[in-house]
T-cell receptor
Framework: NAGVTQTPKFQVLKTGQSMTLQCAQDMNHEYMSWYRQDPGMGLRLIHYSVGAGITDQGEVPNGYNVSRSTTEDFPLRLLSAAPSQTSVYFC????????????FGNGTRLTVT | AQRVTQPEKLLSVFKGAPVELKCNYSYSGSPELFWYVQYSRQRLQLLLRHISRESIKGFTADLNKGETSFHLKKPFAQEEDSAMYYCALSGGNSGGSNYKLTFGKGTLLTVNP
């Protein structure tokens, strides 16, 4: 199993541009989520999904959209990039929606200039 | 609301010394607590969870509901323990918050030779 795969690894955007961060898992996990990691802030939940067709907001959802059309994929869309969205983004999945350990991707380092 | 506090951003110890990484939480129900670790150039991974009551790589953590703490301990630190450690809380299996894993801001542990 590849586990949780994120692409791209690095991305530079200009303010106002849009892009999609890809996340795929091959473990048939029910739950998927997106976090951003910022220095001194830890990991903050952006959006999550408890199954195909179901998504919900986390702690810091503004400026991001998600969809879950299949069990495997959970893309994160930046609608109009802002410098405040410069961060490292992690996708994570778990077998069940609760009380299951998260499996993380390698992260995407995004810089918005 | 659920909250996780890791009071130390940085912790430095010498090899062979005991180490304790502090974690305090705030949650009104029965929490599920985890410790995650991120070694240099590796993805974030689960270290241990309180319901397992296990020791991983010599680390243990006991849930103290009276003090609302879940401190991570190791009697003899090794250089390879140097990493970023995150305490995390899930709201058990009651209510909507069970889908949200809340992380602390992390403690960077450095074990010196």
């Amino acid at each position: 199993n590849a586990g949780v795969t994120q692409t791209p690894k690095f991305q530079v955007l200009k303010t106002g541009q849009s892009m999609t961060l890809q996340c795929a898992q091959d473990m048939n996990h029910e739950y998927m989520s997106w976090y951003r990691q910022d220095p001194g802030m830890g990991l903050r939940l952006i959006h999550y999904s408890v199954g195909a067709g179901i998504t919900d907001q986390g702690e810091v959802p503004n400026g991001y959209n998600v969809s879950r059309s299949t069990t495997e994929d959970f893309p994160l869309r930046l609608l109009s990039a802002a410098p405040s969205q410069t961060s490292v983004y992690f996708c994570a999945s778990s077998y069940k929606a609760y009380n299951s350990p998260l499996h993380f991707g390698n992260g995407t380092r995004l810089t918005v200039t | 609301a659920q909250r996780v506090t890791q009071p130390e951003k940085l912790l430095s110890v010498f090899k062979g010394a005991p180490v304790e990484l502090k974690c305090n939480y705030s949650y009104s129900g029965s929490p599920e607590l985890f410790w995650y670790v991120q070694y240099s150039r590796q993805r974030l991974q689960l270290l241990l969870r309180h319901i397992s009551r296990e020791s991983i790589k010599g680390f243990t953590a006991d849930l103290n509901k009276g003090e609302t703490s879940f401190h991570l301990k190791k009697p003899f630190a090794q250089e390879e323990d140097s990493a970023m450690y995150y305490c995390a809380l899930s709201g058990g299996n009651s209510g909507g918050s069970n889908y949200k894993l809340t992380f602390g801001k992390g403690t960077l542990l450095t074990v010196n030779p």
